[in-house]
């Protein structure tokens, strides 16, 4: 379970098991992570009566030079709820090859949990790959959609059961495990301003906020997604999360700058049921 120490400058401090590569709590101050969080304010989160102020449409390249799959798009066909951890620092190169333009990838997130990634495919024992000794993986970088490639001897391959669905059109958050409804819930999402992106992802962190009954609620699940209108809030690069809220009334309604926002019970809900890194989200409209 996610612990929560008083911060210190605001700075999120990371808490995790990693060798079971499962959620870490962060501390995340009066704020939480990239969209949601710590220094780096939520695009998709303040509260009404707190106007928002980006200082910038979003970019339209990726430092990373990463490759998409196809039209951009991940699926539930695309992303079946294999993970992989690495074991090191990253190696992730835009095409199946080390003489290939390497990716600059850190081994945490800028909140301090420890990378991972979703494998696009099907990653079990004697399934074919694209590229023989290479996972093609979802990544956490703009353009949403990113996917790049790592070596399969350099990380550590474990399978989830969930698969987290948001239907914006319905307004609804859905759990399912092994293809099975666990939780069901209805959500507040993005403005038609600045819409909720709509794509596959997955979890990259969690962040267990110092002031539950804040604007944010008790924790925040980030996203590997971006904004498709903001490139910036604050000091932050636009990240997308999940997280809590202090104005209940208002979920089931388009109000946020693009982040998915729940019932603080229900985003507790969402915490026990121990959803791992790298777990797939699915946002359609």
Known sequence: MPTTIEPRERRPLPAWTAAVACIVAIVAGVTLLGSCAGERASLGSLPPSIPAHPSTSVATTSTTEAITPDDGTLGPEDLLGWIATPAGDPQVYATPSKQAEKLAIGAKTTAGAPTTFAIVGDASPGATTEAPGWYRVALPTRPNGSTGWVPISSVTVTKTPFRVFVDLKGRTLRVEKDDLGVFTTTVAIGTAENPTPQNGTYVTELIA???????????????????????????????????????PDLIGQAVSHGCVRLKNDDVKAMVDLALPLGVPVFITG
């Open 209 to 247: 906020n110092t002031n539950p009954g804040g604007s944010y609620g008790p924790y925040a699940f980030g996203l590997a997604l971006h904004s498709d209108t903001l490139s910036e809030f604050g000091t932050g690069d636009g990240q997308v999360g999940i997280h809590g809220t202090d104005h």
